[in-house]
């Protein structure tokens, strides 16, 4: 008897696991709405990372930032008077070794292609006077605007390392980041990329 009623209780549990494994199907479309529920206060805390981000500095693809500096020679450099161009912004300082290297690249970029105009940002606590002996040793044909590193333009903010150059599209807004040294024909292709003019060398 202990056996037999062994083996029926053994049984039944079976059955019951049996309906157990089946119940899941249908009650798994009332399982996952609370597990959606999560989903959209999710979307708040995520907010405020990417808010953050553009917040903490650097101007990211889709941005239309602005800079309006006075240049070392005396005049202004004013990205919304570039519309129309496609802008180089290039972060740069003198103590900067891969900086220097892109320079007469940049440079050339600037005298040959009428459409693109480069700017140097310098992110340099030097002072004018120093910067200025600097450039004629290391002339470039475009416009060198100087920042405080400690109190960085709004629109760009702090670079976290150097150099750093923006792309900047005709109608003024980014396009590309470049986090590394940059050469003439990077910036071409990635005009190209964009849409703009592909140039065959």
């Known amino acids: 008897m202990n056996t037999m009623n062994r083996s029926l209780h ?3 549990l079976a059955v019951v696991l049996t309906l157990a494994a089946c119940k899941p199907h249908p009650e798994q479309p009332q399982a996952t709405p609370p597990a959606a529920k999560p989903a959209p206060a999710q979307p708040a805390p995520a907010a405020a990372p990417a808010t953050a981000s553009p917040a903490a ?3 990211d693809v889709g941005a239309q930032p602005t800079l309006r500096l006075p240049t070392v020679d005396g005049k202004t450099f004013d990205l919304a008077e570039q519309r129309g161009h496609w802008v180089v912004v290039n972060y740069w300082a003198t103590w900067c070794g891969p900086c220097l290297e ?4 940049l440079s050339a970029l600037a005298a040959l292609r009428e459409y693109i105009k480069v700017v140097g940002v310098a992110n340099d606590d030097i002072a004018p006077a120093q910067l200025q002996a600097f450039l ?9 605007v100087q920042v405080d590193p400690g109190s960085p333009p709004a629109d760009f903010g702090a670079p976290p390392t150097l150099p750093i150059s923006w792309l900047i599209d005709p109608q003024g807004k980014v396009v590309k980041r470049f986090m590394r040294p940059v050469k003439a024909a990077d910036i071409e292709a990635a005009i190209a ?4 003019p592909a140039t065959a060398g």
């Open 57 to 59: 500095g650097l101007a």
């Open 10 to 12: 053994l049984s039944a």
């Open 136 to 144: 004629q040793k290391h002339p470039v044909v475009y416009p060198i």
């Open 102 to 105: 892109e320079m007469p690249d």
């Open 193 to 196: 990329a964009a849409g703009g």
